[in-house]
Nanobody, 123 residues
């Protein structure tokens, strides 16, 4: 099993930045792809970004050029740097991991999930 714990959420004004971290523990060698999803009230969980063990990345169109996903294999952490935040980025953000190399945008394809962290962007 793998455990994922997010940190770094909070409140920020539009145009500001936040940095989310996801610490993995347990059988971390089975993790090939790590991603971030978000869910706003009344909406479905949506894909934000993913990175696989080969260093390839995948981003939702809505965050391209503003968000950056990075991974520190030595520390078993994945970071989501979020810049130029907009009110529509407000959501609960979840870290997810899967055993496959495909950076799927489908939540059902991910094997492990964190508890999530709230990000609120005010206008």
């Amino acid at each position: 099993q793998v455990q994922l714990v997010e940190s770094g959420g909070g409140s920020v004004e539009a145009g500001g930045s936040l940095r989310l971290s996801c610490a993995a523990s347990g059988r971390t060698l089975t993790i090939i792809t790590t991603g971030w999803f978000r869910q706003a009230p009344g909406k479905q969980r949506e894909f934000v970004a993913a990175r696989n063990s080969g260093g390839s990345t995948n981003y939702a169109d809505s965050v391209k050029g503003r968000f950056t996903i990075s991974r520190d294999n030595a520390k078993n952490t994945v970071t989501l740097q979020m810049n130029s935040l907009k009110p529509e980025d407000t959501a609960f953000y979840y870290c997810a991991a899967r055993k496959g190399i495909i950076m799927s945008k489908m939540a059902d394809d991910y094997d492990y999930w964190g508890q999530g962290t709230q990000v609120t962007v005010s206008s």
